[in-house]
């Protein structure tokens, strides 16, 4: 059974930065798509950045985040991270991972992290 963890969130000022963990049990991560997603209060959940799987990475940033977010793999630990610099208030939302055979077929997510953004 999968299982996907996400660690690392927490409540920062204006301008912080943040690293987010996705941790995977049961499955070899590298070799899997891993997204991440937000969702904040009274939205729907989108896109955040996502990692391609096995073979070459090709790496996707929703435009929101782009220049600001990085999202990393870390194979020793069975891991994708998210950083996230330069956090506004618009940033707040829990935060969660996902992984799948591709970027458009996530089959096990995370339960998610809380991230507040607040001066």
């Known amino acids: 059974q999968v299982r996907l963890v996400e660690s690392g969130g927490g409540e920062v000022q204006p301008g912080s930065s943040l690293k987010l963990t996705c941790t995977a049990s049961g499955r070899t991560l590298k070799l899997y798509a891993v997204g991440w997603f937000r969702q904040a209060p009274g939205k729907e959940r989108e896109f955040v950045a996502s990692?391609?799987?096995?073979?070459?990475?090709?790496?996707y940033y929703a435009d929101a985040v782009k220049g600001r977010f990085t999202i990393s793999r870390d194979d020793a630990k069975n891991a994708v991270s998210l950083r996230m610099n330069s956090l506004q208030p618009e940033d707040t939302a829990v935060y969660s991972c996902?992984?799948?055979?591709?970027?458009?077929?996530?089959?096990?997510w995370g339960q998610g992290t809380q991230v507040t953004v607040s001066s």
């Open positions: 990692v391609s799987g096995s073979g070459v990475s090709y790496f």
């Open positions: 996902a992984s799948g055979p591709n970027s458009l077929d996530y089959d096990s």
